[in-house]
């Protein structure tokens, strides 16, 4: 047996006064002690990281070499990053599989980028240093003012940082632009320039003015941690504070890069099998009728919409990411509870012919008519307004009792969101917001930043959440999108409420609630006939309370990377509205040139439209509240998720357990998970367990190597593969317009499913 790990708790914490802050100057002085960047850190190497303040104290280094951050070089790669990031990001929007481009990859493309401006152009640095050592005094002469300009000096770590930062920020937009795709594909109802890009400047802002006016919760408080960001963060110290030769863990960050580099070319391109590996499937791949049916739907789902993927895996990194490896262990606990418990109950409910599932298509996400096929939205819904006429002529849609359940339970884990947030967290609030008044703080990050660098004022924050506020007036007043004015104002409200509530629950898990389906139930009942206006009213509340996330997120890493304030705000509010123009233009020209393939329920290996018919079903499912949700039908039961949810957090104890440490809002999320948020499942058994080998195994028995190697080395493997990912889009995948797929054999089955579960008939 391991001995037994040291508790984090059980080590003192130093103060920041004993452990002696360093002024610019004494920085320079002592830069040999930075050879690793963790000097400042209290810590034992077998400490174990479990919250927030062990992370702050024993993970994350004080240090700051108080370089220079906003350069030339730096604004000109930020905006090249973040235009690249927000295009790349919106393509994934209509993949099969969603892919985020960004962190670790974003984070190495301007590592690269950087060094080789600060390289191979005249340095402005050395030609002043030859400049005074041959005599010169006084002003500069002009052509080193200019090479100062270009090229100031060494790649630093906040220029590299505010790359990163930047183009994350960009590509908060994509997700925004679902609305005006599913507006575009599904209505005749034509998008205008000026309503798409004064929406995405009023939602993305509004977003980002919220975040501001939460600083003391969201990102000031020692427990928001946002564990899913510290893989980019590690990385970033990693590349500018370790040498090669002399940080065994930075040479293994590159031996990990390298290594996933070359593999993931096989599960990418050449092996897709990897992909999805499912035993069963591949044991009965000649089976027929029923049996096929039912291997597809339980064991099958290397493709979108195809099954519950159970006891499948996936040996292709692109598809899990840092992001699973480093979310904490309760988190991980959670997702895996709340997964198998989901894979049950889809079962149960399709077998058990609950609602008379089986007779529609398996957890599909359409609305659909009686006899399962597409129900005509275009017709039903001319100019987005709903036609009584033709609604009586088409009948009332039907939804999947699956996708029922599903967003049953979206709604559940919003209600126990809000319950959790205040009955376990209330007081922690109050306290935060206290402490920030009296100019107190916990996070030792947060005091460094306040005591060197001058905060962004809070009426900063005020005048974007004004100014957005009144972008958003102009576009429901000037624009047809069917929301009215009192609409849009209620459902700001509604993003300002909840906002908070899942800014708290992703700073301390890493993972947030969905909140969509509790704007799209509530517009329902506001604007009853209107989907177009019930996706915007989802927009300007959901998608405000998601950027609102991201950005606190971004937030915090400037934070941990002492980044200032100011600099800060004026980059995440350049990256959103940029980003916010180029996603909108992507998303055009994808919606223009795979039209047919987006409109249809399975697309194909290269484009889905599954994301946006899941978002459009919901916003069309809840327009038509008053005829269709009713006791006895699968509609009926969504509504009561609310209440439900939020009465499961008041029983005090569920068996042995006590609720208050059993965090059911992720729970009851993953319960409901896999028909409303993950297309290709095969991916879910290999993130259980990545997730526990990393936090489990290795964060209690190998706690050094926990600390000095797994966001690191995870944070290569997201790098390479999304790099090879990137190369091969457009060498072989056909995203610079020809495609040369790998020959097919065995481990290729591109005439059918990778995974070879049989073809249903």
Not at 41 to 64: F, W
Not at 177 to 202: E, G, H, M
Not at 648 to 667: C, H, M, Y
Request: charged share 10%; glycine share 8%; net charge neutral.
């Amino acid at each position: 047996m391991p001995e037994s790990p040291t508790e984090a708790s059980d080590i003192s914490v130093v103060s920041q006064e004993a452990m002696g802050e360093k002024t610019p100057a004494a920085v320079l002085a002592t830069k040999d002690e930075h050879t690793l960047g963790d000097d400042d850190l209290n810590t034992n190497p077998d400490t174990i990281i479990i919250t927030g303040a062990d992370a702050a104290a024993h993970l994350l280094p004080l240090r700051d070499d108080f370089d220079s951050v906003l350069t030339f070089r730096s604004i000109l790669l930020a905006s090249g990053l973040a235009c690249f990031q927000a295009v790349m990001n919106q393509i994934y929007q209509f993949k099969p599989t969603l892919v985020t481009i960004q962190g670790t990859f974003i984070v190495l493309i301007s590592y690269f980028v950087g060094n080789a401006w600060a390289k191979f152009l005249p340095r402005g640095d050395k030609f002043e240093a030859r400049w005074r050592a041959k005599g010169g005094q006084g002003n500069l002469p002009w052509w080193i003012t200019v090479m100062k300009f270009l090229n100031n000096g060494p790649w630093s770590l906040k220029e590299h940082s505010i790359c990163a930062i930047t183009a994350t920020s960009a590509s908060n937009a994509s997700s925004t632009s679902t609305v005006f795709a599913a507006q575009d594909l599904f209505y005749n109802l034509p998008l205008s320039a000026a309503t798409v890009i004064l929406s995405v400047i009023s939602i993305g802002l509004f977003g980002y003015g919220i975040c501001g006016i939460m600083r003391p919760i969201s990102v000031w408080h020692t427990e928001a941690v946002y564990w899913s960001s510290l893989p980019t963060v590690k990385t970033l110290q990693g590349l500018h504070w370790q040498e090669v030769k002399n940080s065994k863990p930075l040479r293994y960050f590159w031996y990990a890069f390298t290594g996933m580099s070359i593999y993931e070319i096989i599960p990418a391109y050449i092996f897709p099998w990897l992909n999805s590996v499912s035993i069963p499937c591949l044991a009965a791949q000649k089976a027929t009728g029923e049996t096929a049916a039912v291997l597809n739907n339980v064991f099958g789902g290397a493709t979108n919409n195809q099954g519950l993927g159970l006891f499948s895996f996936s040996f292709d990194w692109q598809y899990l990411t840092s992001t699973q490896t480093s979310l904490p262990l309760k988190l991980q606990v959670h997702q895996a509870a709340g997964l198998f418990s989901c894979f049950i109950i889809m079962i149960g409910i399709y077998y058990g012919n609950g609602w008379n599932s089986r007779s529609l298509p398996f957890m599909s996400t359409r609305l659909l008519t009686n006899n399962g096929t597409a129900y005509p939205l275009s017709d039903v819904f001319p100019g987005g307004i709903l036609d009584e006429v033709a609604l009586a002529e088409h009948g009332l849609p039907r939804i999947t009792g699956t996708f029922a359940f599903a967003m049953f339970m979206a709604n559940a884990a919003m209600g126990a969101l809000i319950v959790h947030c205040i009955l376990f967290w209330g007081n922690d609030i109050r306290q935060a917001y206290k402490s920030a008044k009296e100019g107190r703080y916990d996070d030792r990050h947060h005091a460094h930043m306040a005591k060197h660098y001058k905060e962004a004022p809070w009426w900063w924050y005020i005048i974007v959440l004004v100014g957005s506020f009144i972008l958003g007036i102009i576009v429901t007043v000037k624009e047809n999108i069917t929301l009215s004015v009192w609409a849009y104002v209620i459902s700001l409200l509604l993003g300002c409420i909840i906002a908070p509530f899942s800014v708290i629950l992703y700073s301390r898990y890493g993972n947030g609630i969905a909140t969509n389906n509790l704007s799209k139930m509530l517009a329902g009942l506001i604007l009853p006939g209107r989907p177009v206006g019930n996706m915007y009213f989802a927009a300007w509340s959901h998608n405000v309370i998601s950027n609102a996330v991201n950005l606190s997120n971004d937030l915090k890493m400037g934070e941990y990377l002492k980044i200032p304030p100011r600099i800060m705000f004026l980059t995440q509010l350049y990256g959103t509205v940029l980003g916010g123009f180029v996603n909108y233009a992507i998303m055009n020209s994808i919606v223009s040139s795979n039209r047919a393939l987006l409109v249809d329920g399975n697309g194909n290996s290269s484009w889905s439209g599954a994301t946006v018919q899941s978002y459009n079903t919901n916003a069309t499912s809840w327009a038509l509240a008053p005829y269709i949700y009713k006791i006895g039908t699968p509609y009926g039961a969504v509504p009561v998720g609310l209440a439900a949810g939020a009465a499961a957090v008041f029983v005090p104890k569920i068996g042995k357990f006590d609720t208050s440490e059993i965090n059911l809002p992720q729970f009851i999320q993953y319960a409901g998970y896999i028909p409303y948020n993950q297309s290709q499942t095969c991916v879910l058994f290999t993130w259980i367990t990545a997730g526990f080998y990393v936090q489990y195994y290795l964060r209690n028995y190998r706690p050094r190597v926990f600390r000095d190697y797994s966001y690191l080395i995870t944070g290569a493997f997201d790098g390479a593969s999304l790099t090879v990912l990137f190369i091969l889009s457009f060498a072989v995948f056909g995203a610079a317009g020809v495609s040369h797929p790998f020959p097919s054999w065995w481990g290729n089955n591109e005439n059918g499913n990778y995974d070879w579960c049989p073809a249903a008939e």
